[in-house]
């Protein structure tokens, strides 16, 4: 491996930025009572604002939720105002940081990540890896994830917009940038302000390998899962015990095997045990669930609320309580009305020789939730791999041809 510092000297703009906003650890809290759920995004997030203002851009803020935008000016009185966006923070799935990168020059085999701890990423468990021979990959030393999801969207935009300011840049409508919080817990456009972004149509920047461009996404919920149980001595305990965490365990049993995210794949549905926590006398359990057809998702909330009924019917009435938040829905409905928006990004990947990657998302992004508001909005690759895992890794190459299929988009949307 190549550390990151002794590489910085021969870094381009994208990657340079990437290193320095994870060098910042965003990772995001589940169920806080404050917004955004850590206070570092908002760190990062005035670091960005401070580069927008030296870089040029105009009506750049950070406001009280720290939500981050700005304005490249128009160059062309032609075409709709066009939003990016990208989220600042990353998933709590795997610890934040302090993240170590490292630079692998990649020609096949296994990739050891941390030999003191044995943490070693290999072709056989993660086939991804054979796609990237030939390329650099920023990796990590296997303590932390990476952060590619989403700083990589943020670097690449970032290193568009000094671009776009340059005076040779090619001519184009007028463009506003968008950074969220909280995107990683299910929060990222919870105050997002519609109209003061004033963008018509807009993009996340926030998917994976290079090419991926998706305009459907799962619907999800989260179900939240308490059993009340009763504590008596095991030796005395006949009849009279109720185990908490057994029944949760009973529950975990009740539902479909082959319905797990590692079984599943595509349009495939599942339900995600995110986590459990109990003893004898008290269990909580949090599962995610995700469908993307929506009778199949309604399914899916009625199959364990029916489980939670039979359940109560075997230990008691009030033994198990099902709760059931909407997270987000999918927004092919909405962006099948803007299939300009999807063509006009499959032209810009294959202008810069990348094959573009039509897909459904196997999760959702903020541009779901604003697709729903009003503002269409599609997601576009980063170029990373494995989200949300120490494993996760991001090819150099790919940081930086996602500027430039950003520059063909927005040349191509003011025209």
């Not at 750049?60 to 939720?65: A, F, H, N, P, R």
């Not at 009973?250 to 079984?263: A, D, I, R």
């Not at 459904?360 to 909005?377: M, N, Q, V």
Request: some cysteine.
């Amino acid at each position: 491996h190549i550390t990151a510092e002794k590489e910085t000297k021969n870094m381009t703009t994208a990657t340079e930025r990437f290193l320095k906003y994870i060098a910042v650890n965003t990772t995001s809290v589940d169920d806080a009572k404050v917004y955004p759920s850590s206070p570092n995004q908002k760190v990062l997030g005035a670091q960005i604002a401070e580069e927008m203002k030296a870089m040029g851009l105009t009506d750049v803020i950070q406001d009280e939720y720290g939500y981050v935008m700005g304005t490249i000016p128009a160059t062309r009185d032609k075409g709709p105002t066009i939003g990016l966006i990208s989220h600042l923070d990353t998933s709590n799935a795997v610890s934040g940081g302090p993240i170590h990168p490292a630079f692998v020059d990649y020609q096949g085999g296994d990739i050891v990540l941390n030999k003191e701890q044995d943490i070693v990423m290999t072709p056989s468990a993660f086939p991804c890896l054979n796609e990237v021979k030939g390329k650099r990959l920023i990796v990590t030393d296997g303590t932390t994830l990476l952060g590619a999801d989403d700083k990589a969207g943020v670097a690449e935009i970032m290193t568009l917009a000094e671009r776009l300011l340059r005076p040779d840049a090619p001519k184009h409508g007028k463009i506003r940038i968008g950074f969220t919080p909280d995107e990683e817990v299910g929060e990222g456009t919870k105050f997002f302000d519609l109209e003061k972004f004033g963008a018509q149509i807009a993009y996340t920047v926030d998917g994976g390998a290079l090419g991926e461009l998706e305009y459907e996404n799962f619907n999800a919920a989260t179900a939240t899962i308490t059993i009340k149980g009763v504590s008596v001595h095991t030796g005395s305990a006949k009849n009279q015990m109720i185990n908490a965490a057994a029944v949760g365990c009973e529950f975990q049993s009740l539902l479909p095997e082959k319905e797990q995210p590692v079984y599943t794949e595509g349009y495939e549905g599942f339900y995600h045990l995110s986590s459990i926590e109990g003893s004898c006398e008290h269990c909580e359990m949090k599962y995610l669930l995700r469908e993307h057809d929506a009778e199949k998702f309604a399914a899916q909330k009625r199959k364990v609320e029916e489980i939670g009924r039979k359940l109560n019917e075997k230990w008691g009435s009030g033994v198990v309580t099902v709760s059931i938040r909407d997270s987000y829905a999918n927004m092919r409905p909405i962006i099948e009305n803007h299939m300009e928006l999807v063509d006009e990004a499959r032209h810009a990947f294959e202008a810069c020789g990348v094959k573009p990657i039509v897909q459904p998302i196997r999760g959702g992004t903020d541009g779901a939730r604003l697709s729903h508001k009003g503002l269409p909005c599609p997601n576009l690759s980063t170029g990373g791999y494995l989200f949300h895992s120490r494993y996760e890794f991001i090819p150099q190459e790919s940081l930086e041809t996602m500027v430039d299929v950003l520059e063909k988009l927005i040349v191509g949307l003011s025209k």
